[in-house]
């Protein structure tokens, strides 16, 4: 009885010893945390939209909802944009067919109704506009766990919002070089670049006609009044060749110093053309906008670990430093040798850290496709503080 005794004693006592090292190691995984989330309540009786800390618009319809009883809704939305974002608070951008991705930005987003779970009504979806950029052939993932990062293609299309020049030229309306007013359209973000091309070169084509047009005019008046035996005299014209500025330059009620503040407008709007993004989706939690990353190779690394630290838990961090790329493996048992297939596309940043009797180890290497397989980690004391910057720099 006496050795029962000591033996469920020993067990109680190993098993608080370990449920105190993972509390340690959450508790450093929450103080790396950036705080990037919103909450808003509201009642939904129309349309609404909402914006979120980082400037990510939500547009709700009033009919979303399939179990909404008009309410109190609390609305939580999370952006995470950045990379130093993104590992700091544990993601992950990695498909369930392991295929790695390149991130233009993470969101979470959640309706509930005092405290009960809201739910999207079938043939319902809502609008997201995310507050960045978004890269080239990026595709809507999701995933419906909060710890574990495997990321499921969608079925949903990126848009992004261009100006509709014909539309907006045949109701005589104008966008300003921050793209408000006037008309827009929305393309599949896959025929952006083709759709630009083409409008860009049909608006400089109406800009022409309109040139044209203006010196026929101007030619005319001219062998008007040389019939009349007067003289046209043109101060503004600077015999310049017409091109997209044309309107501006012969705008005769601005100066030349309005002039240059203008085609410098128009150049910033025509350089951050198409920067306006969205989707819709009837989906609600973990939403991630990738692209797949072009892997060079795939390696089998062994990762060994000889020291004797009483913890067993691990956190791990690949990060990919050409691409906003990162896989975070959390390891339960890391007491000898790990082994993962890791797929290298340029440069790779590992950074491994633990804790023991309170204080911060770590260690930190590089991979690329030259390089050897085996490592053998060299733990060494740190403060979160520096762990922050080991997680964060190239």
């Known amino acids: ?85 993104m590992i700091l608070n544990g993601l992950s951008t990695i498909t369930d067919n392991n295929e790695v991705l390149e991130s233009s930005g993470m969101l979470y987003i959640n309706f509930t109704e005092n405290g009960k779970q809201l739910t999207i009504k079938e043939g319902k979806k809502y609008e997201v506009r995310p ?47 921050k793209g408000e007013g006037g008309f827009f359209k929305n393309v599949p973000i896959d025929s952006f670049a083709f759709i630009k091309k083409r409008d860009s070169l049909e608006y400089i084509e109406l800009l022409k006609k309109d040139s044209i047009e203006q010196k026929r005019e101007e030619e005319e008046i001219k062998k008007r009044e040389s019939e009349l035996n007067f003289v046209l005299v043109n101060e503004n014209d600077k015999s310049k060749e017409k091109s997209i500025y044309y309107d501006i330059l012969e705008d005769k009620s601005l100066t030349e110093e309005q002039k240059s503040k203008k ?43 000889n020291h004797k630290l009483n913890s067993n838990e691990y956190s791990l961090f690949y990060s990919y430093l050409d691409n906003k790329s990162i896989i975070n493996h959390f390891l339960a048992n890391f007491k000898e040798d790990y082994t993962y297939n890791l797929k290298i596309a340029g440069k790779i940043k590992v950074i491994v850290y633990t804790n023991d009797n309170d204080k911060v180890y770590y260690d930190s290497f590089y991979i690329d496709k030259n390089s050897k397989t085996n490592f053998e980690i060299n733990l060494k004391e740190t403060s979160l503080e520096n762990l922050k910057k080991t997680l964060i720099t190239p």
Do not use: H
């Open 1 to 85: 009885m006496k050795n029962y005794i000591i033996l469920l004693l020993t067990i109680l006592l190993f098993t608080s010893c370990q449920e105190d090292i993972t509390s340690n190691l959450k508790q450093i995984e929450t103080n790396l945390k950036t705080d990037n989330s919103s909450v808003s309540e509201f009642i939904l009786t129309n349309d609404t939209i909402i914006k979120g800390k980082l400037g990510t618009e939500i547009f709700i319809p009033k009919d979303l909802f399939a179990n909404y009883t008009n309410g109190k809704i609390t609305f939580e939305l999370k952006e995470y944009f950045s990379k130093e974002d």
């Open 263 to 305: 085609i410098m407008q128009r150049d910033a709007f025509l350089s951050n053309y198409g920067k306006l993004y969205s989707f819709t989706t009837n989906k609600l939690g973990w939403i991630n906008i990738d692209r797949i990353v072009q892997v060079e190779t795939t390696k089998s690394i062994q990762i060994s670990n």
């Open 131 to 177: 507050a960045e950029a978004i890269l080239d052939r990026s595709n809507v993932y999701l995933n419906d766990n909060d710890s574990i990062f495997k990321w499921k293609l969608t079925d949903e299309i990126m848009y992004t919002a261009i100006i509709d020049y014909k539309k907006n030229r045949a109701y005589g309306l104008t966008t300003n070089y």
